[in-house]
């Protein structure tokens, strides 16, 4: 089965300091990769995701994510992290059970930006 | 946040009693999700449909049940609610095919049980 592992419970940052959410993952065949942001109260917002081409993936709010195929890794960066990116960020890989589409998530980071 | 309403937003029920979670869509997305989230544990799969009157387990589906009789509604059922189901629960849908655009949320149900 297809999942995903984000091994820090929580990341803190200084405002202005680059910001880096881990995630490693575990398919069979090709991955499709998914990074959501929570807010508090809030439901997931999604981030930007990896099918194919460019192992670079920009998405909003500034977030980019890196796909590495020989690391199975998809993490996610922001050059400068702002105090309003404290939130909790999931990382997700599609699965594929029986020709129908699940997303796995991974336990959740919470980022924490120190004004 | 996509077309997708839950209800009811917060809910407080007793131990042993039934209840229903709603979840509607205005997207036309042929698949619906019901996640749980708990501190430590992420989200978690309870059920989820592929279409109308389809439907499958998830990771965490025992003392739930669900039902899709159209495209734009699919309930989660409570069939006697325990404490260890106070959660906040998540409805989610995504396109066709490859799901290639991930998923869509709605704002969250907050139940307890008491």
């Known amino acids: 089965a297809q999942s995903v592992a984000q091994p820090e419970d929580q990341v803190n940052v200084a405002e202005g300091n680059p910001l880096t959410v881990k995630c490693t993952y575990s398919?069979?065949?090709?991955?499709?990769l998914f990074w959501y942001v929570q807010y508090p109260n809030r439901g997931l917002q999604f981030l930007l995701k990896?099918?194919?081409?460019?192992?670079l993936v920009k998405g909003s709010y500034g977030f980019e994510a890196e796909f590495n195929k020989s690391q199975t890794s998809f993490h996610l960066k922001k050059p400068s992290a702002l105090v309003s990116d404290s939130a909790l960020y999931f990382c997700?890989?599609?699965?594929?059970?029986?020709?129908?589409?699940?997303?796995?998530f991974g336990k959740g980071n919470q980022v924490v930006v120190i004004p | 946040d996509a077309g997708i309403t839950q209800s009811p937003r917060h809910k407080v029920t007793e131990t042993g009693t039934p209840v229903t979670l709603r979840c509607h869509q205005t997207?036309?997305?042929?698949?619906m999700y019901w996640y749980r989230q708990d501190p430590g544990h992420g989200l978690r799969l309870i059920h989820y449909?592929?279409?109308?009157?389809?439907?499958d387990k998830g990771e965490v589906s025992d003392g739930y049940s669900v039902s899709r009789s159209k495209t734009e509604d699919f309930l989660l059922t409570l069939e006697s609610a325990t404490s260890s189901q106070t959660s906040v629960y998540f409805c989610?849908?995504?396109?066709?095919?490859?799901?290639?655009?991930?998923?869509?949320f709605g704002q969250g149900t907050r139940l307890t049980v008491v």
């Open positions: 997207e036309n997305h042929r698949y």
């Open positions: 997700a890989v599609r699965e594929v059970l029986y020709g129908n589409n699940r997303l796995a």
């Open positions: 398919v069979s065949g090709n991955p499709y």
């Open positions: 990896y099918i194919t081409g460019d192992n």
């Open positions: 989610a849908i995504s396109d066709t095919g490859t799901g290639a655009l991930g998923a869509f």
């Open positions: 449909s592929y279409g109308v009157k389809d439907t």
